[in-house]
């Protein structure tokens, strides 16, 4: 494929840019996941364990749901270099529940060439589950 006219330099990226990327969690996804990363926490798999925790259910993994962070950093910056990534993880989320991941770019970092994105998850409720930021270098 040819990428070319999708990259982004350096002037492209403006302070207050924004992308969202959403999708619906199944349990297809944390099937998957877990048998990519081996992550076999039973609060993920396990109903009968998770039902007896805070969370009442199995939650999807943390990591999981955070990688939709991937894609608006990739929106935001296409073609550059993920860099860094805070995370800070502040409700759970359950399969059935629609996650929007938005990252705005909030800083340029002109002597490093790098940007500076604030990145969020929402649900369908519009709750905050994930925070964070994220640095992409700009080749």
């Known amino acids: 494929m040819d990428y070319n006219a999708r990259i982004k330099h350096w002037d492209d990226i403006q302070v207050g840019d924004t992308e969202r990327f959403a999708k619906t ?8 996941w877990v048998g990519l990363t081996g992550d076999l926490n039973p ?7 998770a039902e007896t925790t805070r969370f009442h259910d ?21 073609g550059n270099v993920y860099s860094d990534q805070s ?9 059935g529940d629609t996650i929007t991941a938005v990252g705005t770019v909030i800083e340029k970092i002109p ?7 604030k990145t969020e998850c ?10 964070g930021e994220g640095v992409e270098y700009i080749l």
């Open 25 to 32: 969690l199944t349990q297809t996804d944390v099937t998957l």
């Open 43 to 49: 609060v993920h798999i396990d109903k009968p364990y």
């Open 58 to 78: 199995v939650i999807v993994p943390g990591l999981l749901v955070a990688g939709f962070i991937s894609a608006v950093m990739t929106q935001a910056t296409f």
């Open 87 to 95: 995370l800070k993880f502040l409700k759970p989320v359950y399969v």
């Open 111 to 117: 002597e490093k060439h790098r940007v500076k994105i």
């Open 122 to 131: 929402f649900n369908q409720r519009d709750e905050l589950v994930i925070t």
